[in-house]
């Protein structure tokens, strides 16, 4: 249980101390510095620890802001501050050092917390300090003081702001105006019944898949129960990240299992709408797969940009002024996130078209916009990476050569070619994957099933990715790597399916692009999260994307079209088995050990 140390003398009327127990500490009273330090020893510590001024005055929920988020491992308001375990050690030594014979950091700070959170600014710490807006946070010095804040807190209304903090502050269009507007209050409801946003998440996932179940049966009927559960599960989706904001229940497996699902439940709506299709005799596992391919290139141009740019130096552009120049225009922000088609706005496209078309349609529509998006987003991204004068950091590079997700064939080609690689220009890496990638996608498309071609053009493309990976990825452009990688893949998967022309191809090819995928979001989650890569034996395993396309293209050669989609299955679960073990192995031991929590603000999917 946490602990709370209030310090100073009791003010008469004072609810601090029913406030603090209503957060969840155990409170305990200091006369003064040194008594506060004896008690700050006898805290376990394995415990969160907080000191807090006895003469606090503010609102319950500045409190919870600044003593309760699981995210920071030091946080601080003004007359509290608190430390999780491993900030214990920095609040220790700032304690001491104020509790010294001469200490006192800023004599003219009256508050002992306020003093000790100057001091662990002096030694260097990283103390949060979240956002209060109105909420008020304060130590009065006098009686009048004291009056003028009670006025203040009872002139705000806590509740009314913590329900609009729940809200992601960037969002799409539908998500903003259709659905947060009541899922806040639902939030709000699963908060005072004690549920989790784990226990929503997994029943935004249990909404999808029976949605997904009912368009599989390919009646109107289904089709429209289908796209009003789709739509359900979206606002519960959207309820579980708005409950972890207004409870600050953050947790990495949380962030982990929220991120993971989203893409679950899309891809299994696709396979659910293609099973319906074909109960109706339409065979769209062509466009179920496409979309996924599309979908998921989409969300790697997104993670790639943004890993290769967020720490780079001097990291401005005109088409970045522009941008933000736009911005300042207020529709002008909404068209531009409708128009990149995230989650809202896709899945209630999606929900619609279920319903009063057919998944012909549905997939068409969503085909042309997902392009659409693609087209207009990495087109802005390339302009601004082509005029902005930035100097990308090892990080990056690091980041980007974890998601290009090389295997034992493209290393040990990069060993040998480095050399090579340092003489090419700074477009060439980019380059170099985009002409492999369309030297097996294009041979696998455009020859016949069971020719050498495909086999020919994965191993050029082996040698492509190698060189394309031969030095540090930290190019203007080589953001594009991870991107043409995938897309070489999946499309290669894609295409000699779809060429093997048997009934079952297909599926299979979908399940196997689903498992690979898998695996590469939980490497770009892991990246996220601060966590690493993931381990190199399981990329071995795996046999890296240029491997896996090696594999595929040799089996088209080597069996018939029957013996190939059988191929397809076996590896289909193998890759899922290998990923997913460990994949769940990693997210609940981070979980555990209590690893950093993580939650995602950034744009929407």
Known sequence: MPTAILTGQPVPGSSIESELRSLGFDVQHASGAADTETLLARVPATERVAVVDARFVGHPHALRLGLTDPRFPLAAVPGAVTARPDGRQ????????????????????????????????????????PELGSLVAAVPADPQARNEARQAVAAVDDEAVRLKSAVKARDGFVTTFAISPYSRYIARWCARRGLTPNQVTTASLLTALIAAGCAATGTRGGFVAAGVLLIASFVLDCTDGQLARYSLQYSTLGAWLDATFDRAKEYAYYAGLALGAARGGDDVWALALGAMVLQTCRHVVDFSFNEANHDAAANTSPTAALSDRLDS???????????????????????????????????????????????????????RSLTRKATRTDRAAKALADLADSGPLADAGAKGLARTARRLPGF?????????????????????????????????????????????????????????????????????????????????????????????????????????????????????????????TALAVLLTATQFKVALTVLAVAVALVVLVESIRFWVAAHKVGAPAVHDEGEPA
Request: hydrophobic share 55%.
């Open 428 to 552: 060439a890496a980019p380059a170099l994957a985009l002409l492999g990638g369309l030297a097996v996608v294009g041979t696998a498309a455009f020859t016949d099933f069971g020719g050498p071609w495909p086999l020919l053009g994965a191993i050029v493309y082996v040698l492509t990715s190698a060189l394309a990976v031969a030095r540090p990825l930290k190019g203007a452009l080589d953001w594009l790597v991870p991107p043409f990688f995938r897309a070489a893949e999946y499309g290669t998967v894609l295409a000699l399916a779809a060429k093997a022309d048997v009934n079952g191809a297909l599926p299979a090819a979908f399940g196997l692009v689903a498992a690979v995928a898998y695996h590469h979001y939980d490497t770009v989650y892991r990246i996220r999260g601060d966590a690493g890569a993931p381990p190199q034996w399981l990329v071995r395993t795996a046999g890296g994307h240029e491997g896996r396309t090696l594999v595929i």
């Open 329 to 383: 225009v207020g529709w002008t922000v909404w068209l531009r996130r409708m128009i990149v088609l995230p989650i809202g706005e896709r899945w209630a496209m999606i929900a619609v078209l279920t319903a009063v078309t057919t998944p012909r349609i549905t997939f068409y529509v969503l085909l042309i916009g997902c392009a659409f998006a693609a087209t207009y987003t990495t087109a802005g991204r390339v302009l």
């Open 90 to 129: 920095a609040l220790t030594r700032a304690m001491a050092r104020e509790n010294s014979a001469g200490g006192g950091t800023a004599l003219a700070v009256d508050s002992l917390a306020d003093r000790i959170t100057v001091a662990l600014d002096a030694d260097g710490a990283t103390v949060h300090r």
